[in-house]
């Protein structure tokens, strides 16, 4: 069966500093990624997908960025974290078609 | 206009009534439609799929109306473990499949 590991759980962070979040999945092949931000009392937004190596799409600017290095491997990151980039991130993969997503347990990020 | 629209509640029912929640969608060449639920501070997870023919799946039944652009999930008998907000997510076509997620209805059953 397919699993998803997103970590760390919770992380707090200066402004200023460096952020770097990682995603796997197990148990499939080429999925479709996604990370979605949901900022507190607020929906979902996605940020970036990707439907391969190499291949990422951002939805929204920001001081964000994605990488997949590997198939079953997603990655956000910032140079420079910015108050407003607080919030629940969530890693998500789904197979290809009209399938639904499925969420790694988030990670809760506090930029103090 | 949001590309996915919900009734934000909150719903506040007591244990065995039954509640609805509503969910419109703007893009009309949307391909999948989805009830998900969020426990406080933790991810979405999917409740289930809905078709244009209506499913249900023990006390939940989900019903699409594409006419419409309309889709409704209908809880009976609630439980207080229903307690969680609930999520209409819509997917359009194409090989990225991107998901919409409307902003939620929270619900919550008392004793």
């Known amino acids: 069966s397919q699993t998803i590991h997103q970590w760390p759980a919770t992380l707090v962070q200066p402004v200023g500093s460096p952020l770097s979040l990682e995603c796997t999945v197990e148990?499939?092949?080429?999925?479709?990624l996604y990370w979605y931000r949901q900022a507190a009392g607020r929906g979902l937004q996605l940020l970036f997908y990707s439907v391969g190596i190499g291949q990422i799409s951002s939805e929204v600017p920001q001081n964000l960025s994605a990488s997949r290095p590997q198939d079953r491997q997603f990655i956000l990151s910032s140079k420079k974290l910015l108050l407003s980039d607080s919030g629940f991130y969530l890693c998500a993969w789904r197979d290809r078609g009209n399938s639904p997503l499925h969420f790694g347990n988030g990670t809760r990020l506090t930029v103090t | 206009r949001k590309e996915v629209e919900q009734d934000p509640g909150p719903f506040n029912v007591p244990e065995g009534a039954t509640v609805a929640f509503n969910c419109t969608y703007s893009n009309s060449a949307s391909q999948s439609f989805f009830w998900y639920r969020q426990d406080c501070r933790k991810e979405p997870k999917l409740l289930m799929s809905?078709?244009?023919s209506g499913n249900e799946d023990g006390r939940f039944t989900a019903q699409l109306n594409r006419a419409s652009q309309y889709i409704s999930l209908l809880i009976r008998d609630s439980k207080l473990s229903d307690s969680a907000t609930y999520l209409c997510?819509?997917?359009?076509?194409?090989?990225?499949?991107?998901?919409?997620f409307g902003d939620g209805t929270t619900l919550t059953v008392k004793p």
């Open positions: 997510v819509v997917n359009t076509a194409g090989n990225a499949g991107k998901s919409t």
């Open positions: 809905v078709y244009s």
């Open positions: 148990g499939t092949s080429n999925p479709n």
